[in-house]
């Protein structure tokens, strides 16, 4: 029950690391496949090395993750400056990954730290094409076969979640939802560390990559380009139609740093409507009609600090029941009644485990709900797989919402 946060600072502390380096260490480490040993702990307590990345075999680098950008277009110049010093690029839905290639091997890792090679047999060939030393950051997509960037013929997430549900992948589909690599970052090239160089310069080497490298399952995630905000934000209305979220705002000069932070260069994500924050599952409540006899309408929670706040905690702000399918609902009533902690009536409270992007259509200041915040016509829009409990949103996130 130990957060992985408060792992990797005490971690740090006990050995004088820099967190980071610490956290960089520990990506991989619980994986349900790992077994810890006296010999892996050493080393994540051993001096820095230079060359230490060497050493990683397939481990990949923390990710690094952007901020939501709520401000209104009239303030994006005194807040951001000319949109020449960012890299924009479509905000995909998909699933966030690391690609790593070394020694001969492939590696596919998913944002929550899971290896998940095994579930994309697209990617496999990229062992024979990729270079050693090479690590790639981007987004898996189902794509449309024969689809180019230019077209962004990406398909819906739904489509994608059906094969992350899967034990099996049949022919049909793999045929049905083929998926490709929109690569949009470069963290390691010919076996050496690139996150400390510019945004700008591991795009360029991103770009060469893949025209020396023709890598069939990789796309190069598309620039976008405009005189000033105001035509950008009439681009980004394409979003919707295009099948993605919004844009990315990457300052050029940025590093690849570790988690939501901005020590080290700055990510927004510029989302569309309609709102959405990532909650926690914390209580629930069996449903009507056909779903009486499950366990179908949530209250939703986020965290009440930043991470890294000691003693954070959960506050409820939201209730849902609408926006996934009969056998999500099933899987998520199995997990309820496994995780149940107490049940007061017909409620009942749980460990949180799950976490879920809500997306909802207006939001308020209210006086009778604990956290402060009301909001209107919550669903849930995707059941996060991907995504720990600690990188739920937290108040903050509604209260930049609210302005």
Same mark, same amino acid.
């Given at each position: 029950?130990?957060?992985?946060?408060?792992?990797?600072?005490?971690?740090?502390q006990l050995a004088g690391l820099d967190a980071k380096r610490v956290?960089?260490?520990?990506?991989?480490?619980?994986?349900?496949?790992?077994?810890?040993?006296?010999?892996?702990?050493?080393?994540?307590?051993?001096?820095?090395?230079?060359?230490?990345?060497?050493?990683?075999?397939?481990?990949?680098?923390?990710?690094?993750?952007?901020?939501?950008?709520?401000?209104?277009?009239?303030?994006?110049? $005194? +807040? #951001?400056?000319?949109?020449?010093?960012?890299?924009?690029?479509? @905000?995909?839905?998909?699933?966030? *990954?690391? %690609? !790593?290639?070394?020694?001969?091997?492939?590696?596919?890792?998913?944002?929550?730290?899971?290896?998940?090679?095994?579930?994309?047999?697209?990617?496999?060939?990229?062992?024979?094409?990729?270079?050693?030393?090479?690590?790639?950051?981007?987004?898996?997509?189902?794509?449309?076969?024969?689809?180019?960037?230019?077209?962004?013929?990406?398909?819906?997430? $739904? +489509? #994608?979640?059906?094969?992350?549900?899967?034990?099996?992948?049949? @022919?049909?589909?793999?045929?049905? *939802?083929? %998926? !490709?690599?929109?690569?949009?970052?470069?963290?390691?090239?010919?076996?050496?560390?690139?996150?400390?160089?510019?945004?700008?310069?591991?795009?360029?080497?991103?770009?060469?990559?893949?025209?020396?490298?023709?890598?069939?399952?990789?796309?190069?995630?598309?620039?976008?380009?405009?005189?000033?905000?105001?035509?950008?934000?009439?681009?980004?209305?394409?979003?919707?139609?295009?099948?993605?979220?919004?844009?990315?705002?990457?300052?050029?000069?940025?590093?690849?740093?570790?988690?939501?932070?901005?020590?080290?260069?700055?990510?927004?994500?510029?989302?569309?409507?309609?709102?959405?924050?990532?909650?926690?599952?914390?209580?629930?409540?069996?449903?009507?009609?056909?779903?009486?006899?499950?366990?179908?309408?949530?209250?939703?929670?986020?965290?009440?600090?930043?991470?890294?706040?000691?003693?954070?905690?959960?506050?409820?702000?939201?209730?849902?029941?609408?926006?996934?399918?009969?056998?999500?609902?099933?899987?998520?009533?199995?997990?309820?009644?496994?995780?149940?902690?107490?049940?007061?009536?017909?409620?009942?409270?749980?460990?949180?485990?799950?976490?879920?992007?809500?997306?909802?259509?207006?939001?308020?200041?209210?006086?009778?709900?604990?956290?402060?915040?009301?909001?209107?016509?919550?669903?849930?829009?995707?059941?996060?797989?991907?995504?720990?409990?600690?990188?739920?949103?937290?108040?903050?996130?509604?209260?930049?919402?609210?302005?």
């Amino acid at each position: 029950g130990v957060s992985k946060l408060l792992v990797t600072r005490a971690l740090a502390q006990l050995a004088g690391l820099d967190a980071k380096r610490v956290a960089q260490r520990l990506v991989g480490y619980t994986d349900i496949s790992h077994r810890p040993t006296a010999a892996s702990y050493q080393q994540l307590v051993a001096p820095e090395s230079a060359d230490e990345h060497r050493q990683r075999g397939g481990q990949p680098y923390p990710f690094f993750l952007a901020h939501p950008l709520q401000a209104p277009i009239e303030q994006f110049d $005194a +807040l #951001l400056g000319p949109p020449g010093d960012w890299q924009i690029e479509w @905000k995909w839905d998909g699933i966030r *990954a690391q %690609v !790593v290639k070394r020694e001969g091997q492939l590696w596919v890792w998913s944002r929550g730290e899971e290896l998940v090679t095994d579930r994309f047999p697209e990617l496999h060939s990229l062992a024979q094409t990729l270079p050693d030393g090479v690590v790639l950051d981007g987004e898996i997509l189902v794509w449309k076969p024969g689809a180019t960037a230019a077209d962004l013929a990406v398909q819906p997430f $739904a +489509l #994608l979640q059906q094969r992350i549900g899967r034990k099996t992948l049949g @022919k049909k589909l793999l045929g049905d *939802a083929p %998926v !490709v690599l929109q690569a949009y970052d470069l963290l390691e090239w010919q076996g050496e560390d690139w996150r400390s160089r510019p945004q700008y310069q591991r795009r360029r080497q991103l770009e060469l990559l893949l025209e020396h490298y023709p890598l069939a399952p990789v796309l190069l995630s598309p620039l976008l380009e405009g005189p000033d905000w105001a035509d950008l934000a009439r681009q980004r209305e394409r979003s919707r139609s295009l099948g993605v979220e919004g844009f990315m705002l990457k300052q050029r000069e940025a590093l690849y740093g570790v988690g939501r932070t901005k020590d080290m260069g700055t990510w927004w994500k510029w989302k569309i409507d309609p709102f959405s924050v990532d909650a926690v599952l914390i209580y629930a409540q069996r449903g009507h009609g056909r779903r009486a006899s499950l366990y179908s309408d949530y209250t939703f929670a986020v965290w009440d600090a930043p991470a890294g706040t000691p003693g954070r905690a959960l506050v409820p702000f939201a209730k849902a029941y609408s926006g996934l399918t009969d056998e999500e609902m099933r899987k998520v009533d199995a997990i309820i009644r496994k995780t149940t902690v107490e049940t007061f009536g017909p409620v009942r409270s749980v460990t949180p485990t799950l976490v879920f992007e809500l997306g909802f259509e207006g939001i308020a200041l209210s006086r009778r709900h604990k956290s402060g915040i009301a909001v209107r016509f919550p669903r849930m829009l995707r059941w996060r797989l991907d995504k720990p409990v600690d990188e739920a949103d937290d108040l903050a996130t509604l209260q930049a919402l609210l302005a």
